[in-house]
């Protein structure tokens, strides 16, 4: 099983070349998947992919800006030919800025995630609990729609490696 949903991960300037990268990472592992980078973004920004689609941003529905748009409701069903998921990868102050910037963003519906694992990029730290880092998150929102997540398996073991490697380069670990 391969995940199909489209996935449009929207990447804040100061991410782009950060070291700690996963968005990029990300991006090179689905094959469904479009990179942007910017602060602001409208729909002309993901451009045309040929199929109708559903778009969704992956954003906690509680979180500031609020949404113009009513929750997405994850539990109806889903055609992930038919879906587009949008992701923004930046620190959470970032992101509201992005959102802030883009009013289109703000009028998409937003899942949040249910039930989101511990996160384990241990090289950046979460301020709160549940924040993922993008692909984490991205890789939860697509178990969540789809239930692909044994397709997913392979590169979190991946992403699990990365931060291990990451780790071992630190003088006295995390």
């Not at 998921?85 to 509201?96: A, E, F």
Request: hydrophobic fraction near 40%; charge should be negative; include cysteine.
């Amino acid at each position: 099983m391969v995940c199909r949903t489209e996935v449009f991960i929207l990447q804040h300037p100061l991410e782009e070349n950060h070291a700690k990268n996963t968005a990029r990472l990300l991006h090179l592992s689905l094959p469904n998947s479009h990179l942007r980078v910017g602060e602001s973004f409208d729909e002309a920004d993901l451009g045309s992919t040929g199929a109708p689609t559903s778009t969704v941003l992956l954003y906690p529905v509680d979180e500031q800006p609020p949404s113009t748009a009513p929750p997405w409701d994850a539990g109806a069903p889903v055609d992930p030919d038919h879906l587009r998921l949008v992701v923004l990868d930046g620190t959470w102050r970032k992101s509201r800025k992005m959102l802030h910037l883009s009013p289109w963003l703000q009028s998409l519906p937003r899942l949040s995630l249910k039930g989101a694992p511990v996160s384990a990029y241990l090289i950046r730290q979460a301020h709160k609990p549940g924040q993922l880092s993008t692909l984490e998150a991205t890789c939860a929102a697509l178990a969540q729609l789809e239930g692909c997540a044994t397709a997913l398996a392979p590169l979190l073991r991946a992403f699990d490696g990365f931060v291990a490697e990451q780790l071992a380069h630190w003088p006295h670990g995390r």
